[in-house]
């Protein structure tokens, strides 16, 4: 019988618990659940982005913003069909993200940080100043998916379209394309004389990250109802971010369980007020110093550590077959 | 191919930096199989040389026709794909991939090689360059030997035609360089056409013929290292230091 290995025994668990989760706990935490899912699918694609691809991009909440705000757009001016409407503004997102890509090439590290944190910038308040469209900082009333006021279908939504982006990403990164990503990441120029066309995988990977970025910002404008340009403010990046490295920016069920932990318990702690923000800020140096790759790899080879001596025997059988051969 | 066209043939090659002309009217040619020295003094272009020769840099003047196909104009991956692989002076692995990945990557690259075959070519590579035991090691865990040995079997996954290595020689140990020189030496016995560029000239005299001489972007002689090595012009800009008067 094939067994199930200790990375993909604790995602199927995370799994089941996410799915019988609503069953036991009130509308309060079904919503925090919905709105978690949303974070969940910025914090994986970021780590897609940053942490498979080395694209340390800032502008991922705008491409969030894009997504939400031309969906809400698609549906009141152009009277198109809301998942009409979604699918465009994600594409729309995604012939952004090449746009963004083909000017960012060049860069790299802080200089593509700050290009695209002033891409970012620019979007947002694009956003504000057009308020006879945007209707600015008063929001934009975005209609919702569902009927009724239930916040559980959003959330089995929500979490849907984070296994169908989680599934989708692990399919990219298990082809050869995940392979070149990782290249790039490591050394563009050597990846380049390696034989890869780096430009064509680096716009690659931003239209993809780009489009469930939109997915997420989709998502939520038509979940919450109401879009603000606040939703790309540069905290909401630096929250993006810590889910992400605190999860494990080189792992994607990483990235998503750090932003399910991170925005639960900065919801539990929410009597502390600011303090929160602190508590976090302590989690996120912890990590930094104990657990560089993050909570999720960390855990990981704690679990592969219990497993060791029948790891070991293991080992000792393949190499004393290598030996005889 | 008629048999008095190079099999890689630079015409007027230059490159200039703002007003530093790093590379000026380089012109050469290499046979097919034939192992090439480049060398000179710090600064004297041999590395520009091999970025333009790579794609890496873009020449601002000349021709690099490999076979009779005109290339100075494409971008590093054509040249790789198109059989013209290199190293560099410093290693530049793709660090946090094991060996394995490290050779994959170049094998890959073609999209018309399979991932086992590719894999079965990789163990191949490894087991010349004797690191058959490290393929699943972190390519940042390899000693500074090893990982040029792991750079020039990256290079030797593209199924190179023409192999540039940049100071495959420099920091080694000798029982290493002397491992490093065997695998040239077997490379070029296998029909590969190889330019080595390094400082250590008993290490060059040790594997090439003939060598080509530059200095401040120059090429300053051009012929069998016994010989170039006596011409008062090299003496002068280079080997000074070594020459019997």
């Known amino acids: ?325 | 191919m008629p048999a008095d066209q190079a099999f890689v043939s630079v015409g007027g090659l230059a490159k200039y930096f703002g007003g530093i002309h790093a590379v000026r009217d380089l012109s050469f040619g290499l046979a097919r199989s034939e192992i090439v020295g480049l060398i000179g003094p710090n600064g004297s272009g041999k590395t520009t040389t091999i970025n333009m020769l790579t794609g890496v840099l873009k020449p601002d003047g000349g021709t690099i026709a490999v076979e009779g196909v005109e290339m100075a104009r494409a971008p590093a991956h054509h040249f790789a794909r198109s059989g013209v692989a290199r190293t560099f002076q410093v290693p530049r692995l793709f660090r946090r991939m094991t060996v394995m990945e490290n050779l994959m990557v170049p094998a890959l690259s073609d999209p018309t090689e399979k991932r086992q075959a590719a894999e079965a070519r990789a163990r191949g590579v490894l087991a010349f360059l004797k690191l058959g035991h490290m393929a699943d090691e972190y390519a940042r865990a390899l000693s500074g030997g090893q990982q040029k040995l792991l750079e020039l079997g990256r290079a030797l996954m593209l199924k190179p035609r023409l192999l540039l290595l940049d100071e495959p020689f420099a920091g080694v140990h000798p029982r290493l360089l002397e491992q490093i020189i065997d695998h040239i030496k077997s490379l070029n016995r296998d029909g590969h056409t190889i330019v080595v560029v390094d400082h250590n000239l008993e290490a060059i005299q040790s594997v090439v013929s003939r060598t080509i001489v530059m200095t401040r972007g120059r090429k300053i002689a051009d012929g069998a290292v016994a010989e170039v090595l006596q011409d008062p012009e090299v003496v002068r800009a280079y080997t000074g230091a070594r020459a019997k008067h």
């Not at chain 1, 503004?89 to 290009?115: D, N, Q, T, W």
């Not at chain 1, 900065?266 to 110093?289: A, K, N």
Request: hydrophobic share 55%; glycine share 12%.
């Open chain 1, 1 to 325: 019988m094939p067994r199930l290995s200790f990375p993909h025994a604790v995602q199927a668990l995370l799994l089941v618990i996410a799915v019988l989760l609503p069953l036991f706990v009130g509308p309060y935490w079904t919503h925090v659940g919905a709105v978690a899912w949303y974070y969940a699918l910025l914090a994986a694609s970021w780590a897609l982005l940053a942490g498979y691809a080395g694209q340390f991009s800032f502008a991922h909440m705008a491409f969030a913003a894009l997504g939400g705000y031309s969906s809400a757009l698609f549906v009141s001016k152009f009277g198109l069909p809301l998942p009409l409407a979604s699918v465009c503004a994600i594409l729309l997102a995604m012939g952004m993200g090449a746009l963004v890509a083909a000017l960012v090439l060049r860069l790299s590290g802080p200089y593509l940080a700050l290009f695209t944190l002033a891409i970012s910038e620019i979007f947002r308040l694009v956003l504000v100043a057009e308020d006879e469209v945007t209707r600015g900082m008063l929001g934009l009333e975005v209609p919702g998916f569902f009927p009724g006021s239930s916040d559980r279908p959003y959330y089995y939504l929500g979490l849907a379209l984070v296994v169908l982006s989680l599934l989708g990403m692990n399919l990219l990164l298990s082809t050869r394309v995940g392979l070149f990503l990782r290249a790039i990441r490591e050394d563009e120029g050597a990846a380049n004389t390696s034989g890869i066309d780096t430009t064509r995988y680096k716009i690659l990977v931003f239209i993809v990250t780009s489009g469930i970025a939109a997915l997420a910002g989709t998502y939520y404008g038509h979940f919450i109802g109401i879009l603000t340009p606040n939703i790309a403010i540069l905290p909401e990046m630096g929250l993006v971010i810590a889910m992400a490295v605190i999860g494990g920016i080189e792992s994607l069920p990483g990235a998503v369980s750090g932003a399910v932990v991170v925005y639960l318990l900065s919801e539990s702690l929410r009597s502390y007020g600011e303090w929160r923000f602190v508590l976090l800020g302590l989690v996120l140096i912890l990590v930094q110093r104990f657990a560089q790759n993050g909570l999720f790899p960390f855990i990981e080879r704690l679990g592969r550590k219990r497993l060791a001596p029948q790891a070991k025997l293991a080992i000792g059988k393949t190499m004393g077959n290598g030996h005889a051969g």
